[in-house]
């Protein structure tokens, strides 16, 4: 439950109110920036144009849902924005960070079992940038943000059944993809994810 | 139990919401299908992995804070621009509604480069602002005239059986798709796009009416939405070339020709539902690079 006072005068315009209901969210909108970008500098971007933007817009979030959940839809729909206008899906961005060396835990040195699992997430989240948009953002928040169906419907303003279907679809396609990497513009096979030990005998 | 009827179940077991029954019958199935054992095996693996991303995650940058809150700093102690809503003057909406409009964009800023757009429509306040009419139908490339008719183009556009079914699904369309309401929604706004939306075009509830879309919104936010609407469409890199009220109306109903990036159809969706209850969202793509679409947006007042 939002304080009611903060509430009242971040609308009307007291910034300080503001910062005191959109702070606690700082993780969380990092998060999912982190998640569907997948860069720390276009993550950055979003999250910051997404506080920027609750603001400039606060007194047309009309409480139906929490500040917390607004703030997030906000965010959502910047990183969309963001990996549209750039049409550079978020697996570019994985590539050219590790091109780059940046923000790759796994390539810094330690045992070789985090070196797996970092090459492991690393596939994982290779794929499942590939995955159409309308797939990866409900899978994203339903199986990385452990958001509810309830929830993401409303960040995605889509009803709950659409975000079951689509999560559904996405997943399948991600096993599809894990399968046969290749579809991924995947071409390190070093590691091969626990996902990828299923067989694919179902046609998909 | 069919392999149909186990992915149904499959989902929920996935989603952690199975009951201990259907678990069972899951079972059950598996023991005579390896098909589909080995899918739930491949697929919870799946859901393992994707829990792990979740750790995976870079600390928050330290100036993260900083960074946003002199943002809003800087903005709160700027007076907020005015949104320039543009109104048809009286005169001219009678014109809109009965005739082709022709107007006369100014020519300084409406270059080579403008003119190749596939829509001209004023961008920014420095350029003349007032467009008239329903539909941009022809820019010409060599001079700075934008000609503007009152008719929507219609165009056919095939949905995937897929998305076809999510509408279905919806539950906006099941409570805005009333054949009835919907015939409404269009024949309420006849006067605005005469040709385009014909009997047979708009076939009720049959989501054929190409080019349209339509909200209803709080009377009391009514003018505000519009302000919101133009805002929208500037922010998304796109404009809103024209607004007709529709005269005499009650509730209020306003027409605004809107176009948009093809890639920003979805988020000015999304944006558009916060404002108000979307009855009809079929965005025409335009030109043909289809990277602009175009579509009139009906906004009603909610009837009290």
Redesign the interface.
């Known amino acids: 439950m939002d304080d009611p006072v903060l509430v009242r005068k971040a609308k009307a315009?007291d910034?300080k109110a503001?910062?005191a209901l959109?702070?606690p969210c700082?993780?969380m909108i990092?998060?999912v920036c982190?998640?569907m970008m997948g860069s720390?500098e276009d993550a950055?971007d979003c999250?910051?144009e997404a506080?920027?933007k609750a603001?400039?817009r606060i007194s047309?979030w009309?409480e139906a849902a929490s500040f917390s959940t607004w703030l997030y839809r906000i965010a959502v729909?910047c990183c969309?924005?963001a990996l549209?206008?750039k049409?550079v899906r978020a697996s570019d961005s994985v590539d050219a960070m590790q091109e780059s060396g940046h923000?790759l835990?796994a390539r810094d040195p330690g045992p070789q079992e985090s070196l797996e699992?970092?090459e492991?997430?690393r596939q994982?989240?290779e794929a499942?940038s590939a995955l159409p948009e309308e797939q990866r953002t409900p899978?994203i928040l339903?199986?990385?943000?452990?958001k509810s169906?309830e929830e993401i419907a409303l960040i995605?303003?889509?009803?709950p059944?659409?975000v079951?279907?689509r999560?559904?679809?996405g997943?399948?396609a991600?096993?599809k993809m894990?399968?046969d990497p290749s579809q991924t513009g995947n071409k390190s096979d070093s590691v091969p994810?626990?996902?990828m030990?299923?067989?694919?005998?179902?046609d998909l | 139990m069919t392999c149909e009827e186990y992915r149904v179940l499959l989902d929920d077991f996935l989603d952690g919401v199975i009951r201990p029954e259907d678990e069972e019958k899951m079972l059950r199935h598996e023991a005579e299908c390896p098909a589909c054992k080995e899918l739930r095996a491949s697929l919870s693996a799946l859901q393992s992995d994707l829990s792990d991303l979740s750790e995976d995650v870079p600390p928050l940058p330290e100036d993260f804070h900083a960074q946003w809150t002199e943002k809003v700093a800087a903005l709160s102690t700027e007076e907020k621009p005015k949104v320039k809503v543009r109104f048809t003057p009286p005169v001219l909406r009678t014109l809109a509604a009965c005739a082709v409009l022709v107007l006369v964009v100014g020519t300084a800023l409406y270059s080579n480069r403008r003119s190749s757009l596939p829509v001209s429509a004023p961008q920014n306040a420095a350029a003349p602002s007032i467009v008239l009419g329903m539909k941009s139908e022809a820019v010409s490339q060599e001079s700075d005239m934008v000609l503007y008719d009152a008719a929507p183009t219609l165009q056919s556009t095939a949905m995937p059986v897929e998305e076809a079914e999510e509408v279905l699904e919806s539950a906006a369309y099941e409570e805005a798709f009333e054949p009835a309401e919907y015939e409404e929604i269009f024949e309420s706004a006849e006067g605005d796009m005469p040709a385009a939306f014909s009997a047979s075009e708009r076939d009720a509830g049959s989501l054929k009416a190409e080019g349209a879309a339509a909200i209803t919104v709080p009377s009391a936010a009514f003018d505000e939405t519009l302000e919101h609407i133009h805002e929208l469409c500037v922010s998304l890199g796109g404009n809103c070339s024209s607004q007709a009220f529709k005269e005499n109306s009650s509730p209020r109903q306003t027409v605004l020709e809107i176009h948009i990036p093809q890639s920003s159809s979805d988020a000015f969706l999304s944006s558009l539902s916060h404002l108000g209850r979307v009855t009809a969202y079929a965005p025409t793509v335009e030109d043909a690079a289809g990277e602009t679409c175009t579509f009139s947006l009906t906004v009603s007042e909610e009837s009290e």
């Open positions: 315009g910034a503001f910062e959109a702070t700082e993780p990092w998060r982190w998640q720390r950055q999250a910051q506080f920027v603001w400039s047309s009309n729909t969309l924005d549209r206008k049409k923000d835990p699992r970092a492991h997430n994982v989240r499942l899978l339903s199986c990385v943000e452990e169906y995605l303003s889509l009803p059944g659409t079951k279907s999560i559904s679809r997943r399948l991600l096993k894990l399968s994810s626990n996902s030990k299923g067989g694919a005998s179902h």
